[in-house]
């Protein structure tokens, strides 16, 4: 059964860093996967995205503090968080898509202290 499962939030002070992974499970040939995240009260908004030829987007806000990259072997994508602020909390979530649909995991709580 096809699942999406994402790890690696938690709490973290500001200026400090997090690693997200996002493991697919039984999801053949995977062409986007991007990182979503939503705040209370606020729309999801996409974080950061790579495609199947490691072409990346970032959201506006990510201004260089973020990398997004990923494993194909292991079919992981990861999202390094450096110098995180309380701006950043959020639910983040995993997407992965193929030709036929997107996949979305269950999400990961970062928390971002002042």
């Known amino acids: 059964q096809a699942r999406v499962v994402e790890s690696g939030g938690g709490l973290v002070q500001a200026g400090g860093s997090l690693r997200l992974s996002c493991v697919a499970s039984d999801i053949f040939s995977i062409g986007f996967s991007g990182w979503y995240r939503q705040a209370p009260g606020k729309q999801r908004e996409l974080v950061a995205s790579i495609t199947n030829t490691d072409s990346t987007e970032y959201g506006d806000f990510v201004k260089g503090r973020f990398t997004i990259s990923r494993d194909h072997d292991k079919n992981t994508v990861y999202l390094q968080m450096n110098d995180l602020e309380p701006a950043d909390t959020a639910v983040y979530y995993c997407?992965?898509?193929?030709?036929?649909?997107?996949?979305w995991g269950q999400g990961t709580q970062v928390t971002v202290s002042s």
């Open positions: 997407a992965q898509e193929n030709r036929l649909r997107r996949y």
